[in-house]
């Protein structure tokens, strides 16, 4: 999203013209109002289409999120890129297909982005790990199950009472790149969530996870807002490793206001590429769990 962001005002006066088709994944993203919250909340200015039948997906093959197709004036497309990185080379294409089109980049002498690299630390361990994305609906679980990956959760339980709410119980030994929910929850296709009011963060999501950041994705289907406690070894989080929209409270806790539908959160962590647990905890009955890549939730309430 920056470098889109960047390339909008860089280059949106020589002729470049941005349209977002924003094919979902979840349900909730298909929601016309969220969508709009959205593109207001990350100040996207360019026209954004909704593509919930994925009409538009299937008539370019697609098979990533994300993905970008510069298309030239004559409406050819000329470059395609699928995922994160690339950006130099992109921005070159786009001013390439502008001067195309009449632009004049004879005085441009701004550089090229750089791609982020990997971490020095990741590539100095032999036996570093990084926690891959997971999920906490059974649709998605069983699926890996199936292919034999061993599922996003390890607990047995889980799959044999979904669309209800059933109580989980963690191991004692807690595998790494795994969710493990304790307490009163309901599995549905795509997400977990709380299945019960409860006051004092005895149910919970914790996952033992490898990473340099943590993100999630949170949803309440009431609207209403809730609470979820996050601590990682035990320990809150603090200022100096706390996402932009976790709040440390008064005394120490580390917290995020959850206040609408596909709310995401994120932490740093020290760069260490070797498992290490975190949980979090809710406070409302609702908890609309979807762990993004290598991280995990622990709510209470």
């Not at 760069?271 to 769990?289: D, H, M, N, Q, S």
């Not at 762990?291 to 309430?301: D, H, L, N, W, Y």
């Amino acid at each position: 999203m920056p470098f889109l962001k960047q390339w909008y005002s860089k280059y949106q006066d020589d002729g470049l013209v941005i349209l977002g088709v924003h094919s979902p994944e979840f349900d909730f993203e298909k929601e016309l109002d969220n969508v709009v919250m959205a593109t207001k909340d990350y100040s996207i200015s360019w026209p954004v289409a909704l593509d919930n039948n994925f009409i538009t997906w299937r008539s370019y093959s697609n098979r990533f999120w994300p993905a970008k197709y510069l298309i030239d004036k004559d409406g050819v497309v000329r470059y395609t890129h699928f995922g994160e990185g690339r950006y130099a080379e992109t921005e070159e294409m786009i001013r390439k297909l502008l001067v195309e089109a009449g632009a004049d980049f004879s005085g441009e002498t701004s550089a090229l982005p750089v791609d982020p690299t990997i971490d020095p630390t990741y590539r100095a361990d032999r036996n570093a790990e990084v926690t891959r994305e997971l999920y906490a609906g059974y649709e998605r679980g069983r699926s890996d199950v199936l292919y034999g990956r061993g599922g996003y959760v390890l607990q047995e339980d889980y799959y044999k009472e979904v669309d209800a709410v059933m109580g989980l119980v963690a191991p004692d030994e807690l595998e790494p790149h795994a969710v493990y929910l304790n307490g009163e929850w309901r599995v549905g296709p795509e997400s977990a969530k709380h299945g019960r009011m409860s006051m004092n963060y005895e149910d919970y999501l914790t996952l033992v996870y490898s990473a340099r950041s943590v993100n999630a994705v949170l949803t309440s289907d009431s609207g209403e807002p809730y609470k979820v406690r996050i601590t990682v070894n035990g320990d809150y989080l603090t200022e100096d490793n706390k996402g932009t929209d976790i709040t440390i409270g008064s005394d120490g806790e580390s917290y995020l206001l959850v206040t609408g539908h596909g709310c995401t959160t994120s932490w740093k962590t020290h760069p260490t590429f070797a498992p290490k647990p975190f949980e979090g905890l809710p406070i409302r009955p609702i908890l609309g769990c979807l762990p993004s890549p290598s991280g995990s939730i622990k709510k209470a309430g």
